[in-house]
């Protein structure tokens, strides 16, 4: 069966989600969602062991070999990806019983389930796959899965939230496909090994270039890099806690996992920032986005809101090191693009925990939390050191390697930019943390959140510290990724 | 629709031709133009029509929503099942050729199978979409 992980990680939740969906009550949908989300969590582990043994794995559907069938192709980004996807999903769905009974309901649950299992096997495809017109499948499979979830949040603010989200996301998808259509076009290919080796001699004609720029603003809408971020805020916002935790680590990563995908691998470095000002549009958005949202989110009474505009902040840092277009820069991105999933993912579960006792998340909600949730809020606390990039946590190691490609290339007014914004951090994680330590409680008989729900966070906070301290294991398949992706074309 | 004779009579008429050209689109997939997507638009049609001429309470008799989602969730386990069948008779993921006594019998059987899974799940989730905005406003309408 080894050989067939590449496809395992993608069928087992679509397996499950129509079984998931016929099912009744709130247990079993949930316990099924778990052991497979569990079991996708396990290929992808294997097959990241089997890329580090024996490199690039290939995995055709069908036995239709490329560039005429569909392509599983697994190096070492994107197996980084699946392991992030799939481990946040397995500390979701345990997470998510509780969360979601008090926030959807029991009758809901089943098509709640499925609709989370469908967007991980979304996520997951978009990641495995090695054929550009499979990612944009992917994409809408897990775009609709993801209107759905938010939907179906308590607030009915949600419903509005959803209905930009896709306005928002279907234009992105759109522009996605128009560009994939124009490359195929030029190239009569939708094979991504296949693109890049076509697109080099064609590379001056005008139809490339547009499709260029449809394919990075498309997907740039769908990573939320300012000024296209304005359907994350409410779409975070409004969602339950549950599908906040797994959208806000995962979802905007997958994106930014194809943009780096179609400037290195398709594109190449050479003709993305060559022959297209790719750098000169993405930095000053970065630079601005980064600044800007970590400015709004200080202000921001809603704690969820507050880490939204964070997450929109974060997106800069991660744009700026592929920006860059040096190994460095993209090792540093793609190390954030980790641990930004493991700390988003901590703070939106901890927020849940305080939803779930406090009904609410906003400011108020979290004065005097010291005392009445201590290991909730000792959770945030570290959660929100990693956010600001304090050592020993993995927001550190992924700022550091950050500034470190920033030095390389002797751009010290970006330096100065990431420093500054991680001083935001501190002020805006600050309030929180204040507000919980010297805030007076508003009903001090408030319990600790339930174990179910602290212990997947716990996980999360010492996987924050862990790969903090321990960075052997995602600094170098980091660096192993962006050398494959810096060599540009596909390495056979 | 009660006083619409004649479209109450055309309408029942066309409904088993409708679902009788929707079968042949499904069938005929591997053949010529058509497939288990347009042939499950199709069939779903005939509902629709039937839902225009006696209301979706009658409709809903027929094809109560708690099918239609079995229909919709089976539609797609059937594809993906073909894709396991392959898998573990030592294939990849949805080789058919591993699934018949030769590979063109395989192929055959497989497209076959994977078509009827798409027919019956878009069938059942066009009809679910029009009977989510369809019974709208209708008191006892809702199955739920």
């Known amino acids: ?492 | 629709m009660n006083d619409h004779m004649i479209l109450r009579v055309v309408g029942k008429f066309l409904i088993p031709y409708i679902m009788l050209f929707a079968l042949y689109v499904q069938f005929h997939g591997d053949f010529g133009p058509g497939g288990g997507f347009q042939a499950g638009v199709i069939f779903a049609s005939a509902f629709v029509i039937h839902t225009l001429l006696f209301g979706v309470r009658a409709t809903q008799k027929i094809a109560p929503e708690w099918i239609l989602r079995i229909v919709a969730s089976g539609g797609v386990l059937l594809y993906a099942g073909v894709g396991v069948a392959s898998l573990l008779l030592g294939a990849n993921y949805l080789d058919y050729n591993v699934l018949g006594a030769y590979p063109v019998a395989g192929q055959h059987l497989g497209i076959i199978l994977v078509e009827f899974g798409v027919g019956l799940t878009v069938t059942a989730v066009i009809m679910l979409m029009f009977f989510a905005f369809a019974a709208r406003g209708e008191p006892e309408g809702d199955a739920s």
């Not at chain 1, 779409?235 to 997958?254: D, F, I, N, Q, R």
């Open chain 1, 1 to 492: 069966m080894l050989m067939h992980l590449p496809v395992l990680v993608v069928l087992a939740p679509l397996l499950a989600a129509p079984i998931v969906a016929l099912m009744r009550g709130a247990t079993w949908p949930w316990l099924l969602s778990t052991l497979v989300s569990w079991f996708a969590l396990l290929c992808a582990v294997l097959l990241l062991i089997q890329v580090q043994a024996e490199g690039v794995i290939i995995y055709t559907m069908g036995g239709w070999e490329a560039p005429w069938g569909i392509e599983y192709r697994i190096d070492f980004a994107n197996a980084l990806l699946l392991v992030l996807i799939t481990g946040l999903a397995s500390v979701v769905m345990p997470y998510a019983r509780l969360s979601v009974e008090q926030e959807v309901g029991a009758e809901r649950s089943p098509m709640f389930y499925a609709a989370l299992l469908l967007l991980s096997l979304g996520l997951c495809g978009m990641t495995a796959t090695g054929d550009a017109f499979n990612v944009f499948v992917f994409l809408e499979i897990s775009s609709l899965a993801t209107y759905t979830l938010i939907a179906m949040g308590r607030d009915r603010r949600a419903l509005t939230a959803s209905f930009s989200y896709l306005v928002m996301g279907t234009i992105g998808g759109t522009f996605y496909l128009i560009g994939i259509g124009l490359l195929y076009v030029m190239t009569g290919t939708l094979n991504m090994a296949d693109l890049a080796e076509r697109l080099p001699a064609i590379s001056d004609s005008s139809t490339v270039r547009t499709g260029f720029a449809f394919i990075v603003t498309g997907i740039c809408l769908k990573l939320a890099l300012f000024p296209l971020h304005l359907w994350l805020p409410n779409a975070y916002t409004y969602s339950p806690s549950a599908v906040t935790a797994l959208l806000g680590a995962t979802a905007t990563k997958v994106a930014v996992y194809i943009l780096i995908r179609f400037v290195f691998t398709i594109f190449g470095p050479e003709y993305s920032f060559g022959a297209e000002p790719l750098a000169e549009v993405l930095i000053p958005l970065a630079v601005i986005g980064l600044l800007s949202a970590s400015t709004v989110s200080i202000g921001q009474p809603n704690i969820k809101r507050m880490l939204a505009y964070s997450s929109v902040a974060q997106i800069g840092y991660i744009v700026l090191g592929i920006a860059m277009g040096t190994a460095m820069g993209l090792t540093a991105a793609l190390l954030h693009v980790f641990n930004h999933g493991l700390m988003k993912g901590a703070l939106f579960m901890t927020l849940g925990a305080v939803m779930y006792r406090m009904g609410g998340t906003n400011l108020s909600d979290m004065q005097g939390l010291a005392k009445t949730m201590p290991l909730t809020f000792w959770a945030f606390v570290i959660g929100g050191l990693s956010l600001i990039g304090v050592p020993l946590t993995v927001g550190f190691v992924s700022k550091w390697h950050l500034i470190l490609a920033a030095i390389e290339l002797g751009w010290w007014p970006v330096v100065i930019v990431i420093l500054a914004g991680s001083m935001l951090a501190v002020v805006y994680v600050g309030r929180v943390v204040e507000a919980g330590f010297f805030g007076e409680a508003r009903d001090p008989t408030r319990r600790e959140a339930p174990a179910s729900l602290l212990i997947p966070v716990w996980i999360l906070i010492f996987a924050n510290i862990y790969f903090g301290i321990d960075t052997r294991l995602t600094v170098d398949i980091a660096e192993a990724a962006a050398a494959q992706l810096m060599a540009g074309g596909v390495v056979r």
